[in-house]
């Protein structure tokens, strides 16, 4: 069925260096992508989402890339501090015949090594 | 920015006893909510929708029986197990849609730990 995956699993980076975490869709039809960080025993946290009709989108220390022609997403955090180590999630917008609702990517942990 | 609460945060039962969560959208309206079960170092999984006023529509494998939801106001859904069990021992998370907002804003709340011994 649809999904939504993740190259890596895991990713450890040094300190201040930049951060790339990868997720790869499988539905086209998908407009709205979102990424949340979750931190250990806490629910997910908002960091920035893109519409399909934009490639880019730039927030605080964070960049959402999205390339629709092999449906693959990606969210880079400049500059990764030891606060941004957490489980990243990707997820896509889905319709259903109760409405819409979101699907979730496998997700990522982030390890920031001092 | 919207915040959504979940009591409580942590419960730990006996098997065969049943534990309702509530969530709370504290400054919006909330006329859908989402529960999700997260298992550890897994990614979240939609249990079911929940509309304020009308029946939770539940993703398929999702007993409707054992989970229990209510949503009677635009600001509290409750997640009810029934009859608990050792593989219910789960991660609990709520998330709240703010219309005001627009259909894609949605809000997750802290989550809730079950415990089931």
């Known amino acids: 069925g649809e999904s939504v995956g993740l190259h890596l699993p895991t990713l450890s980076v040094q300190e201040g260096d930049n951060s790339i975490i990868n997720c790869a869709y499988s539905n086209s039809a998908s407009d709205y992508f979102i990424w949340y960080k979750q931190e250990s025993g806490k629910g997910p946290q908002f960091i920035i989402d893109?519409?399909?009709?934009?490639d880019k989108r730039q927030g605080q220390r964070v960049t959402v890339l999205l390339n629709k022609t092999v449906k693959h997403l990606s969210l880079q955090i400049a500059a990764t501090q030891p606060g941004d180590s957490a489980v990243y999630f990707c997820?896509?917008?889905?319709?259903?015949?109760?409405?819409?609702?979101?699907?979730f990517g496998p997700g990522t942990r982030l390890s920031v090594l001092p | 920015g919207a915040v959504v609460s979940q009591h409580p945060s942590r419960v730990i039962c006996k098997s065969g006893t049943s534990v309702k969560i509530e969530c709370r959208s504290l400054d919006f309206q909330a006329t859908t909510m989402f529960w999700y079960r997260q298992f550890p170092k897994k990614s979240l999984m939609l249990m079911a929708t929940s509309n304020e006023g009308s029946k939770a529509t539940y993703e398929q494998g999702v007993e409707k029986d054992k989970f229990l939801i209510n949503h009677a106001s635009l600001t509290l859904s409750t997640l009810t197990v029934t009859s608990a069990h050792p593989e219910d021992s789960s991660f609990y998370i709520c998330s709240a849609r703010d219309l005001g907002q627009g259909p894609y804003e949605q809000y997750f709340g802290p989550g809730t730990r079950l415990t089931v011994t």
């Open positions: 997820a896509e917008n889905a319709y259903d015949s109760y409405g819409q609702n979101f699907v």
């Open positions: 893109i519409r399909s009709n934009m």
